[in-house]
């Protein structure tokens, strides 16, 4: 060993690498020269003409990401050109340890390439068009893209290297988890959000952005002809998730609070949807955007029975709503209107509506990114903040659980409270004979509704006096619609 370490000059295995590779390849060389002199004067021969030929260099990351790479040369390469690709090659090697190098763009696109935010738009055009998401998911990818940008720069598409890689891997789960509604963030550089004591992106969140990322780079350079030099975090696996908050009924005392004349509908700007949206998930189980997106027409009787039609039909694109959605097949149904909504007055509510030439129950609940139940919902939390029911597992979709928990408490089959709240039966044999959704007349259903009983929890009476007049909707609808024109301009 103390012989070869005299040979290469060195004792440094790390100095020893380029000479040892010189060395190898050199005697390499000769030996081809000896072996295939024919081959050599073809092509000196071949020199003399101008024709020129080179060396094939490889460059490659193994397992570990560590750069390693490969010469190959020919019968009568000189040392000297064995010595120059080796300096070469050593040069592109030449990283900080632990890094990966940048090997040399797979990408194959020209450096005049298009910076990555003239890609955004064309590429969520795109996606609109193949696979018609909702706003929602479509902002979600347009503020995935956005935030790369933001940690690696906007640069031409072809200058992407694994460098940028690095960089929004050792950012991204820094970056404060609502950074464009933290104030004090708004001025502030990537770097410096990071240092902020405020949540961060959680790693299901940053595996979220890079996935997105990715789909928009592999879109981008293909359209350029080319393959991105990366996949962002495609090595990450989540194993763990946090534990989802378990969602419960409303006891009949939180109810009784929640519906207190002293507190309910109350304040200086009240809308129509504060008072009537509660008490028909109350009375009806029904979610809150099947009651938001309710159209006039969707209300009407069915049997002689008053009813709401909660379906995913007849949208009107002069309402400024997104379109109606139903979650699932069974969410399309017909549901009785409960009596005590009517002794409140939802009827004449509808009458008023329609007088104010209105095609929708609550014209006031526009603008919502998820639906007219988004701002219906955001209210609603806060309302029960205010009144100290403060647990995570009450939300509007408490109404809900507690529908189906006193239908079946009232000994309503479980199939009729499934066809009532737009359950969709379990996945076996049984229930995939019949139509469960026609084996319920509305008179079935009528008797289901009216299981949901709370004369002993709510003050009726002094509930009635606080009805929506004809004032506070059309009020409300005028601060609804300055509200959008004020974020159009």
């Known amino acids: 060993m103390a012989e070869v370490y005299r040979t290469l000059n060195t004792a440094r295995v790390s100095e020893a690498a380029v000479p040892a590779q010189t060395l190898a390849l050199s005697f390499k060389a000769l030996f081809g020269q000896l072996r295939d002199e024919h081959m050599c004067a073809t092509k000196r021969k071949i020199s003399s003409t101008g024709t020129k030929v080179g060396m094939i260099m490889e460059l ?7 750069p390693k790479g490969k010469i190959t040369t020919e019968p ?10 080796i300096q070469a090659m050593a040069a592109m090697l030449n990283t900080p340890a632990g890094r990966p190098i940048e090997p040399p763009s797979s990408s194959a696109i020209g450096p005049a390439s298009k910076l990555l935010s ?12 193949t696979n018609k998401p909702t706003e929602k998911t479509l902002e979600s990818y347009r503020a995935a893209i956005v935030l790369f940008i933001d940690i690696v720069g906007d640069k031409p598409l072809s200058t ?3 460098t940028d890689q690095n960089r929004f891997e050792d950012t991204i789960e820094k970056v404060p988890a609502n ?9 502030l550089s990537l770097d410096e959000m990071a240092a902020l004591d405020v949540p961060k992106l959680g790693p299901q969140s940053a595996k979220n952005v890079a996935m997105r990322t990715n789909r928009f780079l592999v879109w981008a350079f293909r359209r350029e002809g ?9 090595n990450v696996r989540i194993t763990a998730r946090s534990k989802t908050v378990q969602r419960r009924a409303f006891t009949d005392d939180e109810i009784s609070t929640l519906f ?11 809308s129509p949807y504060m008072y009537w949206l509660p008490l028909i998930g109350l009375h009806s189980g029904m979610r809150i955007n099947e009651i938001a997106q309710l159209a006039l027409a969707d209300i009407g009787l069915h049997g002689g029975i008053p009813c709401f039609h909660v379906t995913d039909e007849g949208d009107d694109e ?14 399309r149904r017909i549901v009785p209107v409960h009596d005590a909504l009517i002794n409140l007055g939802l009827l004449d509510y509808v009458h008023t509506v329609r007088q104010d030439d209105h095609n929708v129950l609550f014209p006031e609940l526009i603008g919502g990114r998820d639906g007219p139940g988004q701002p219906a919902s955001k209210q609603f939390a806060r309302y029960c903040d205010r009144v100290g029911l403060k647990d995570p597992a009450l939300v509007f979709h408490s109404f809900r659980h507690g529908a189906v928990g006193r239908m079946r408490a009232a000994g309503i089959r479980k199939e009729l409270s499934m066809v009532v709240v737009g359950h969709t039966p379990a996945d076996d044999v049984h229930d995939s004979y019949g139509d469960i959704k026609n084996d319920f007349g509305i008179a079935d259903r009528k008797r289901a509704v009216a299981a949901l009983q709370f004369e002993s929890v709510l003050d009726y009476e002094n509930l009635k006096k606080l009805r929506p007049t004809p004032k506070n909707l059309r009020e409300a609808v005028g601060r609804a619609y300055a509200r959008i024109h004020k974020k159009v301009i």
């Open 160 to 162: 992407l290297a694994v």
């Open 226 to 234: 080319g393959k991105p030099p990366f996949e962002l975090m495609g």
């Open 318 to 331: 002069t309402t400024n709503r997104r379109a109606k959605r139903v979650k699932t097949d069974t969410g």
């Open 76 to 85: 009568g390469d000189s040392p000297a050109m064995v010595q120059s690709a």
């Open 260 to 270: 207190s004349p002293a507190t309910y509908a109350q304040g200086r700007q009240q």
């Open 118 to 129: 003239d890609y955004v738009d064309p590429y969520l055009a795109h996606v609109l068009t």
């Open 179 to 187: 950074r464009t509604k933290i104030a004090l963030a708004r001025s």
């Open 60 to 66: 490659s990351l193994d397992e570990f990401r560590r």
